[in-house]
């Protein structure tokens, strides 16, 4: 997860930045597998968390959160190797679930 603060990639199931301490916008699952806001499933357990990060995404909407879209180079580069496989198959009606996204990032 990035830090809205120093711009840190910090791994997936921290809370706080590693290098600055700035508190993460995350979200804590029952399981304990911390997720990002912009996660639909949980990482740890596959439960779906649109609900409660929808919540937190509209309370942190403002002008300490950095647009949805910035991801890390290595999520970059595995979601690029996920497209290139599908195209790859030939499958031009596959379509790629945030769940099958999350478990690349496990």
């Avoid at 301490?21 to 639909?40: I, Q, Y």
């Avoid at 919540?55 to 290595?74: G, Y």
């Amino acid at each position: 997860m990035i830090c809205q603060h120093c711009q840190n990639d910090n791994p997936r199931n921290t809370l706080e930045c590693t290098v600055c301490g700035t508190k993460l916008h995350a979200v804590k699952h029952s399981c304990g597998f911390v997720n990002s806001l912009t996660d639909f499933y949980c990482g740890g357990c596959g439960q779906s968390i649109l609900q409660v990060t929808t919540q937190l995404r509209q309370k942190f909407n403002d002008d300490t959160m950095q647009p949805e879209h910035q991801f890390s180079e290595q999520e970059l580069l595995t979601l690029l190797d996920v497209h290139q496989r599908a195209s790859t198959r030939q499958a031009r009606h596959h379509i790629i679930s945030q769940k099958d996204v999350d478990k690349l990032f496990q």
